[in-house]
């Protein structure tokens, strides 16, 4: 494989692979090629490498999953040497463990950073993608690599008024690398997912004033966030080769943790109770992880949503805020569940108030005020903790044309498809990382992101040694990958809620079960299996004539 030394467009540069974004999964791709001596180019938007952990600068932003296991496994000697501070690093140090990356495998060589990818156009005759960047420049690539991120497009809500509010306005996904001071300010707060529920006890420590106006109260268990000790962290890097092969193989979520033999019904009132206290105890995301069957069967769901109201109600003081608080229109678990530092707590201090904007939704936003039911909260500054246009929204910002000039936003017009998340029909050798219809969001994403750059990169070295040229997802293939996806979606309750998972935070979105809810486990083996099956589902070919993959 080498670079197209004719391209069909005017590109100056020709590069074996493109890359598109410098977050955990450009980088690592950018290095796994190196590796394989291509020749690759990343373009990154921001002015560093991280992706989330540039972009998501808000107060208090830290990762939900463990920071011994949110991190690399690729190179044994990165995970002995890199110490984390804290059992949940918080943003700054995440970015800076990613600079170190860049540094350690001398990445930045080959990332062109503030530069926008606008468009990708692949040309039939030469089987390459020509890709235009917003410095105007166009380079040509056999491949390209959508290492774009599945929450990068931030969701600005459409509300009478925004534009007319004289203080500030942050989004935490945008947010400004200088710091905020909320001292003395009034300040609202739109969104309680889990960027907001993140910020809010931070924001509340500084302004005179924090009203928080939410839409859908979220489920939320206590971190239990502490530093991490030298024994603890040696005890992770001890044992990390089977703590990763755990997350990798066992674990549906890519998460190391003891797994559930039972389903919540299995057990009578008193030990369901004691278990559910132990995990609140012990806090984060395992509280899921307790029984077998929380995602599956309401019954049992209702027993853990019941346990977490209840904290809810013996935590915050005034009885119609807790009530207000305590979600019960959807499944726990369901939406994205939040983990948080006295998030709940923080509606006791006297200086935050929550507005309930279901039943009565924000009217307009004035020159200092957010207007609900005639009343105005007035605020000096705004924070919108709102989301984003996840899994598809990164991609669609980028013009991409594939055979016959169809855009991958013409494709999509009625929801994702694609074949195993990683490429779509029609659009050849374009690769996605952690795609819709893989497990991407619905599992510790470093793990995900490591199996796919993984995946692509031996699928790389297949076509070198076969003298293929070009690979693209079969349509039939595509068609039973989307409708799989969905069944298994469909079988448990996560479509039971208007989750960024089914599109139902953006309107006009098509509701679709995006990520592949089967496992990270179950996902790896089908895909290994697929590669071992000469990669079947999909069309390669020499330049000149495509063929289908060998079946099995
Ligand atoms: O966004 P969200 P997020 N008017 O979509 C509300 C990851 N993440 O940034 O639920 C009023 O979850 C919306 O209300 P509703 C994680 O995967 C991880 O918080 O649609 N309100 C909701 O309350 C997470 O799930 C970490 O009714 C509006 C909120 O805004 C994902 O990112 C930290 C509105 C949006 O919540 C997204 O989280 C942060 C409107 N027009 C994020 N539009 C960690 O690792 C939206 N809302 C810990």
């Known amino acids: 494989m080498s670079a197209p030394s004719s391209p069909a467009s005017q590109a100056s540069e020709a590069y074996d692979v493109v890359i598109v974004g410098a977050g955990f999964a450009g980088m690592y791709m950018l290095h796994r090629l190196r590796g394989l001596g291509l020749s690759a180019r990343v373009f990154e938007q921001g002015g560093g490498v991280g992706g989330t952990w540039y972009w998501n600068r808000y107060p208090g932003a830290r990762c939900d999953v463990e920071s011994m296991q ?9 995970q002995q040497e890199w110490d984390w501070s804290e059992r949940y690093a918080p943003q700054p140090e995440i970015l800076k463990y990613a600079n170190h990356v860049a540094d350690r495998f001398d990445l930045r060589r ?10 990708a156009e692949f040309d039939e005759r030469s089987s390459t993608w020509s890709v235009t960047t917003s410095d105007g420049k166009t380079v040509s690539a056999s491949f390209v690599v959508l290492a774009t991120g599945c929450l990068s497009n931030a969701r600005k809500p459409d509300i009478k ?44 420590e500084q302004a005179k004033h924090l009203t928080v106006f939410q839409r859908t109260p979220n489920y939320s268990i206590p971190a239990r966030n502490a530093p991490l000790t030298p024994a603890e962290r040696k005890t992770f890097r001890d044992n990390y080769p089977a703590i990763r092969h755990f997350a990798r193989w066992e674990a549906r979520n890519g998460i190391y943790t003891e797994l559930p033999d039972r389903g919540a019904l299995d057990d009578g009132d008193n030990e369901r109770r004691a278990k559910y206290e132990a995990r609140w105890a012990r806090g984060g995301l395992t509280f899921m992880s307790v029984y077998n069957n929380l995602g599956l069967d309401k ?24 009530k207000a608080l305590q979600p019960t229109t959807y499944p726990i678990g369901t939406k994205r569940i939040c983990i948080d530092t006295d998030y709940f707590e923080t509606f006791n201090r006297p200086n935050v108030s929550l507005v309930d904007i279901k039943t009565n939704p924000i009217e307009e936003i004035t020159a200092n005020a957010v207007r609900v039911a005639g009343h105005d909260h007035e605020v000096d500054a705004l924070v919108l903790a709102t989301g984003f ?23 999509w017009a009625e929801g994702p498809k694609t074949y195993l998340g990683l490429m779509s029909a029609g659009f050849p050798n374009l690769f996605i990382i952690t795609g819709p219809g893989s497990p991407s969001v619905l599992s510790n ?37 989307v409708a799989h996806v969905n069944d298994v979606a469909h079988g448990t309750l996560y479509p ?6 089914m599109g139902a935070n953006i309107p006009g979105k098509p509701r679709i079960f995006m990520p592949y809810i089967g496992g990270v486990g179950v996902y790896r ?22 063929r289908r993959a060998a079946a099995s």
């Not at 306005?169 to 690398?177: A, I, L």
């Not at 001292?183 to 993140?198: A, D, E, F, H, P």
């Not at 071992?532 to 589902?537: F, I, N, R, T």
Request: aromatic share 10%; glycine share 10%; proline share 3%.
């Open 161 to 204: 008024g925004l534009d007319i509010f004289k203080g500030p306005v942050y989004h935490t996904s945008n947010w400004p690398h200088e710091p905020i001071d909320f001292t003395g300010l009034r300040v609202g707060i739109i969104g309680t997912g889990s960027s907001g529920i993140q910020s809010v006890p931070v924001i509340a």
């Open 389 to 411: 246009d996840a899994m598809t929204g990164s991609v669609a910002r980028i013009d991409i044309r594939g055979r016959g000039g169809k855009t991958l936003n013409q494709k």
């Open 496 to 501: 039971q809620a208007n989750s960024w998972y």
């Open 110 to 119: 080959d990332i062109q950073f503030e530069t926008r990818v606008d468009r």
């Open 299 to 322: 019954t049992a769901n209702d027993t853990a949503a019941g346990f977490v109201r209840e904290k809810i109600g013996e935590t915050v003081r005034d009885p119609a805020t807790a």
């Open 525 to 546: 083996q089908i895909c290994n299996d697929i590669a071992a099956k000469g990669y079947e589902g999909f069309v390669m070919g020499r330049a000149e004539q495509p």
């Open 445 to 481: 994403m470093i793990v995900s992101i490591e199996q796919h750059v993984d995946w692509i990169a031996d699928c790389l070295v297949y076509m070198r040694e076969q003298g293929l040229a070009t690979m693209e997802a079969d349509v039939d293939a595509e068609e039973k990958w």
């Open 70 to 78: 949110y991190s690399y496994s690729f190179s044994d000697e990165l």
